[in-house]
């Protein structure tokens, strides 16, 4: 990670909050939660049951109680019960029928499937399940306010996920290839950090030691 003039760093301490009924109509979300997870010897891992929900639930969750609006999830490896397993909740739901190509091409997916209102979305991981809502919405308030490229959080020096885009990214997102997603753009852009006190942006669920 780069520290130069083009980061820009911010410490907040978790004390913002927000009013999640104040949605705004320009911050999106899109939730990848396509993939193979071929590390996870349990079946699907997004559909492994933690605190009696799926994890993709949980991940979900936390974006449908931030400040977004829609919030879209892309679905492909066994996306009929990825989806199903999703009723009832505030998401609408793509399939990306090239998931098996990398991660790349679900953001490619997500990004397509934002209405053209949107200037900002966030991108989270569906096997992320601790990630806190408040982390959400101050990734999103910092995004407004510095108008950066990006925005990413990071907890003890380690940046983790979610991550927020400016519309003026989202071409170039479309266009990465493989699994490296939109972190093969952080060379190139204003990237902001924001330390949060929330473990949870380094926590993903790869193996199935991992739910423990």
Known sequence: MRDDASERTEATGMAYTTDTNERTETVGAVLLAAGLGSRFDGGNKLLAVVDGEPLVVHAARTLCLAAVDPVVVVVGHDAERVRASLAGMAVETVENPKYVEGQATSVAAGVDALPDHVEYAVFALGDMPDVATATVDRLVVTARETGADAVVPTYDGRRGNPVVF???????????????GGRALFDDIELTRVAVDDPGILRDVDTSADLD
Do not use: P
């Not at 400016?166 to 490296?180: K, M, N, P, S, Y």
């Open 166 to 180: 400016h519309r003026r990214q989202f071409d170039a997102l479309a266009d990465v290839d493989g699994d490296r």
